[in-house]
């Protein structure tokens, strides 16, 4: 039963995740189930923000609505810089980069055995 309620859990705060960045109008939003391939999460989300202003943004908004929705603070990295955000989440990690980071890093190609990417809608 705590294996059930864990993953609704994980999949409720998947979907605050996603509307919150749809909200927020972040661009290129993928998503990338971790279930079973790490620790470290159960989903992994990255999507692009026009700027470093709006890539911090999204991480401030999506930080709070968690903390408001759920109860919990989130942990985060690289807010300062603008360039590429770190949002942890517990069960759903972020990654808010600016379209030249997020090309660079690929951060994609490395989680997703060919193009095992979900866009997000």
């Known amino acids: 039963m705590a294996g ?3 993953n609704a859990t994980s999949d409720l705060l998947l979907a605050t995740v996603l509307s919150s960045l749809d909200d927020d109008k972040a661009e ?3 998503q990338i189930d971790l279930r079973g391939k790490t620790e470290i999460g159960d ?3 990255i999507c692009s923000g026009r700027s470093t202003r709006q890539v911090t943004a999204i991480a401030e908004k999506l930080a709070q609505r968690v903390k408001d929705e759920f109860g919990h603070a989130v942990r ?3 807010k ?3 360039d ?3 949002i ?3 069960d759903v990690i972020v990654h808010v980069f600016r379209p030249e980071v997020r090309e660079f890093y690929q951060l994609e190609k490395m989680w ?4 095992d990417t979900t866009p997000a809608s």
């Open 4 to 6: 059930a309620r864990k």
């Open 28 to 30: 290129d939003i993928v």
């Open 43 to 45: 989903h992994m989300v």
């Open 76 to 78: 985060t990295e690289g």
């Open 80 to 82: 300062d810089s603008g």
């Open 84 to 86: 590429w955000v770190l």
């Open 88 to 90: 942890d989440t517990g």
């Open 112 to 115: 997703s055995p060919q193009g």
